[in-house]
């Protein structure tokens, strides 16, 4: 039996043979706005940052006799920096850009820069209530704040740090990393507002002032549609509520209010659903075809005005 010989592997689909390829690939997109674009990926489909960050991990392992002397030691303790600020692993960044420092080279300056950065960065992050928030180092944990302006306060002093880290990193990657931390910060703000809202008597109100404030302050952002998403979210699930609260067949119920509630969501699962070529597309409209398919059973067992 005669073995077929294997096929040549294009070069697009071949490992990385050095360091040097990585980190041309990884310079290339250093300055990329991920505020307002997707991060970019390689030919496998995968985040450009996190493979770069794993590539260049493999090749230290693969090639470690090599790698020895130690003339890649600052290049590579950088380029692994850069790529972490962008998976907001920002201890371990500073970390690296330290090490890449310790080479007295051309990119010891910016390193140490960076550093610094990483640090008051990883320091503002912390500040304000967010359930869930990945711990860096081994932080106390936050307590709940003991009203809405104690909460606010938190946020606040948290967008000041950033928007002050934002000037000194103007022009550098970081500038983009600092308005995305910005925009988590107003979206952890909205959502303390909205996980709350049942417990104040205007927290309603005031839930759906926050996610319209995210939605206003980041309309640029990649994520705008998703802003709007959570506040129709919110829309609906109010509806849901008033309808537990106020059965359709009780005197208690206001077909204008419930309305009205019905109206804001379906205008805006619309308003995403007509956005071609975006992701959410398709998601808002199953979300808004849900939603109408309970509004269809409510309108069944009550009189209209």
Do not use: C
């Not at 379906?266 to 309970?294: I, M, S």
């Amino acid at each position: 039996m005669r073995l077929r010989a294997a096929l040549p592997v294009p070069p697009q689909y071949q490992p990385a043979a050095s360091v040097l390829e990585v980190v041309a690939t990884l310079r290339r997109h250093l300055m990329d706005d991920t505020y307002r674009f997707e991060p970019a990926r390689d030919f496998s489909g995968r985040n450009v940052y996190r493979a770069s960050l794993i590539r260049l991990e493999s090749l230290e392992r693969l090639h470690a006799e090599s790698l020895r002397a130690g003339h890649f030691d600052d290049v590579i303790s950088f380029s692994k920096a850069r790529a972490l600020e962008r998976l907001r692993a920002y201890d371990l960044a500073a970390a690296s850009h330290r090490r890449a420092a310790e080479r007295d080279g051309p990119l010891r300056e910016e390193a140490l820069r960076a550093a610094a950065l990483n640090d008051a960065i990883a320091e503002a992050v912390q500040l304000g209530f967010e359930p869930g928030r990945p711990p860096i180092g081994d932080p106390e944990p936050v307590p709940v704040p003991a009203d809405a302006d104690a909460a606010i306060a938190a946020f606040d002093r948290r967008v000041a740090l950033l928007e002050a880290v934002g000037d000194d990193a103007a022009g550098t990657p970081l500038a983009f990393v600092v308005k995305e931390e910005v925009e988590r910060s107003d979206e952890a703000r909205a959502r303390y507002f909205v996980a709350r809202r049942l417990l104040d008597p205007e927290g309603e109100v005031r839930g759906l002032a926050e996610l319209q404030r995210v939605a206003t302050r980041h309309r640029d952002s990649k994520n705008r549609n998703r802003h709007v998403l959570e506040l129709s979210d919110l829309y609906a699930a109010l509806a849901q509520e008033y309808v537990r609260a106020r059965p359709p067949e009780s005197l208690w119920f206001d077909p204008a209010s419930f309305q009205e509630l019905v109206d804001s969501a379906t205008q805006l699962y619309e308003a995403v659903a007509n956005q071609d070529g975006t992701p959410e597309k398709l998601e808002a409209a199953r979300r808004l075809e849900a939603f109408l398919a309970f509004t269809l059973r409510v309108d069944r067992d009550r009189f209209t005005p």
